[in-house]
């Protein structure tokens, strides 16, 4: 193991490098950005195809992916259908290694991503993200249900085939969430639980929501992430995303420094949509008890033991191209940046006068 010195400056380098990559990201997404008063479907389609798969490959880049070691239901392939993932929460570098595997099935145009609210406010990443149209959440449903219903209306609108990536439990793990989590759950009759937080039903709901009036629905694709080590061990508050015993968990500081583990299990199901919208609370009460078996099962075995016959590994691919398609892209962007700015000018007026009107429509309503 690096000592944690030598852990931090290996991660403030990687930072670094992805900060560096943002910045002229944001160029380049500016461009594209000057294309949604023309087509918002068609800027979408570019954004991710070109942006997102390129901030994937320069991530990846520099600190190659781990072999995910996948059991149960296949991934979706048809990128025409929307998706919904859902999965436990153990620690800050989850959505790296999901997003890895929706990248190795071809599913990355269509990403987005929910993150709290207060990641939109970091420089350079924070824009980059909000122009990837993150979906940032404040954890607070009087703030949040109007803005889901709103963005999700968007996609809806556009017939674009989002797969959007959902943690339910809101956090990742602490024994003080736990603690809370249990007495809720006690107090609730929903099921007690050790290795995971009781999910949360509304931001599920108000994403099925969305769908309940249009013909083609969302699958539901539930994954149950273990990492090398885990034994089960929940840090206290105070140690953030580092482990005393299970030291094969990864952060996104290991992954800033290139030291992430070799392997990460997934074990996938997938469920119609129907499964969940009947009733969301029990679905994800039944989902959950079942990754809390899945979790002792892999205290046990270090593997998903019971879906084994299933297992199979993938390798997301890895190269430079992508660093130099974003660099090359940016220099273009960079020229072109005097017609995009008053594009980009128009875009904001539009959506501000548009937003103004569906808030006073809903309100008369």
């Not at 991530?59 to 072999?67: G, I, L, V």
């Not at 954890?139 to 797969?163: G, T």
């Not at 995303?241 to 420094?257: E, F, K, N, T, W």
Request: aromatic share 12%; proline share 5%.
């Amino acid at each position: 193991m690096l000592n944690t010195s030598f852990l931090r400056l290996r991660a403030a380098l990687g930072a670094a490098w992805i900060f560096l990559n943002m910045a002229v990201l944001n160029l380049y997404q500016l461009w594209i950005m000057a294309f949604k008063p023309f087509g918002r479907r068609y800027a979408r389609q570019l954004m991710g195809t070109l942006c997102f798969q390129d901030w994937i490959d320069f991530t990846a880049f520099y600190s190659p992916s781990a072999t995910m070691v996948v059991t149960g239901d296949a991934m979706p392939k048809d990128t025409s259908v929307p998706v919904i993932f859902i999965a436990n929460h153990q620690v800050d570098a989850d959505w790296w290694y999901i997003l890895q595997l929706i990248q190795a099935h071809g599913g990355t145009p269509n990403v987005k991503i929910a993150m709290k609210d207060s990641l939109a406010k970091v420089p350079v990443f924070g824009w980059g993200m909000y122009m990837f149209e993150t979906l940032f959440l404040r954890r607070d449903l009087a703030h949040d249900k109007p803005h889901v219903q709103q963005y999700m209306e968007s996609f809806v609108e556009d017939a674009f085939p989002v797969w959007l990536m959902l943690f339910p439990e809101g956090t990742t793990i602490h024994t003080e969430y736990v603690t809370k989590s249990q007495n809720f759950a006690t107090a609730q009759g929903r099921p007690t639980l050790e290795r995971v937080l009781l999910p949360r039903a509304a931001g599920l709901q108000l994403l099925l929501d969305a769908y309940a009036n249009t013909d083609v629905k969302p699958e539901i694709y539930d994954i149950t992430i273990g990492y090398p080590s885990y034994s089960g061990e929940v840090p206290t508050y105070e140690m953030g995303y580092s482990r005393h015993i299970d030291v094969g968990v990864p952060s996104m500081q290991h992954v800033l420094a290139r030291t992430h583990p070799e392997h990460v299990h997934l074990h996938i199901t997938k469920h119609a949509f129907e499964d969940a919208n009947t009733n969301v609370e029990s679905f994800l009460d039944k989902q959950w008890l079942k990754k809390e078996a899945l979790l002792n099962e892999f205290i046990a075995h270090q593997e998903f033991a019971s879906a084994s016959a299933s297992r199979r590994c993938v390798t997301p691919e890895t190269n430079i191209w992508g660093t130099l398609r974003l660099w090359a892209g940016a220099a273009i962007s960079l020229v072109l940046l005097p017609v995009a700015l008053p594009c980009l000018l128009l875009c904001s007026t539009v959506a501000h006068v548009r937003n103004k009107t569906h808030t006073k429509s809903t309100k008369s309503a």
